[in-house]
Nanobody
């Protein structure tokens, strides 16, 4: 059982930046690690994913070019750098890992989740 702990959320003005961190209790270097986000109005949606080595990344169209996912396997930590934030980025952000079968875009296929960190972007 891998435990994940997100941090770095907060309140920021539109156009600002935040860096989220996701610390794992154990090594996750064999798994993709991803970020999802959720609001009260929407289901949990895919934001970004990174391959086990960190060499490959994919992003949702809505964040591509503004967000950057990275990982430091030596520290068992993943990051999400969020720039040029918009009010529509407001959500609870979750990190997840442990995918063995299924799609990295589908939240239900991941076994391990953090508790989430709130990001609020004011206009």
């Amino acid at each position: 059982q891998v435990r994940l702990l997100e941090s770095g959320g907060g309140l920021v003005q539109a156009g600002g930046s935040l860096r989220l961190s996701c610390a794992a209790s154990d090594s996750t270097s064999e798994y993709v690690t991803s970020w999802f986000r959720q609001t009260l109005e929407k289901e949990r949606e895919f934001v970004a994913t990174i391959s086990p080595s960190g060499g490959t990344t994919f992003y949702a169209d809505s964040v591509n070019g503004r967000f950057t996912i990275s990982r430091d396997n030596a520290k068992n930590t993943a990051y999400l750098q969020m720039n040029s934030l918009k009010p529509e980025d407001t959500a609870v952000y979750f990190c997840t890992t442990g995918l063995e079968n299924g799609s990295w875009r589908r939240a239900g296929d991941y076994p391990y989740w953090g508790q989430g960190t709130q990001v609020t972007v004011s206009s």
